[in-house]
């Protein structure tokens, strides 16, 4: 397994739409998913997508922090070739993201809080699974890398978006203290 080079906000990789991988259980593509594990976790992210890693094809893979705690030994790790979601609710959220593409930076934005995910995995399996919250949050940003879409064409408001450390300090401490006086 290798750790490969992140492709970074302004490479046209991230904003060309991903191909369909015809060779779903190939050698070559369990490859790519090791490699994108191994870099993943090397780059202390919770999801990556192929474009991320100069790699055209339909392939991402996350885990979700919550569901990692019972087992801090064992990190689960779900790979999804070819992915597609459709929404459950038209409820939406917005929370903060970030992306190992803009390092260092977060944005403000809207997604479906829940919503219904399927792929296959490196086997040929199809995995179907409902989710919400992060876990749906994820998927969603994910397959949106697939789509040559970036978390910040759909920012909530064109302000909400900055480093990590000014966010952190200003629009969420303003956040918590509005919170505490209502």
Known sequence: MSI???ARLGHPI?????????????????????DMTKTMLDAKG?????PQIHINRQIIIFRVPEEDEDDEKKIKITALINPRFTKITDKSEN????????????GLVKRFSKIQYEGSDMRGNIIQRKAEGLHARIVQHEYDHLQGIL????????????YAEEIEEYWKKKEIEKSQSQ
């Open 4 to 6: 490969l080079k992140i």
């Open 14 to 34: 991230l904003l060309q739409k991903a191909k369909i991988v015809e060779d779903i259980t190939s050698n070559k593509t369990k490859k790519i998913i090791h």
């Open 46 to 50: 919770i999801g990556l997508a192929a």
């Open 95 to 106: 929370e903060w993201e970030g992306c190992l593409s803009i390092p260092g930076m977060l």
């Open 151 to 162: 978390y910040t064409s759909r920012l909530v408001d064109n302000s909400a978006f900055g």
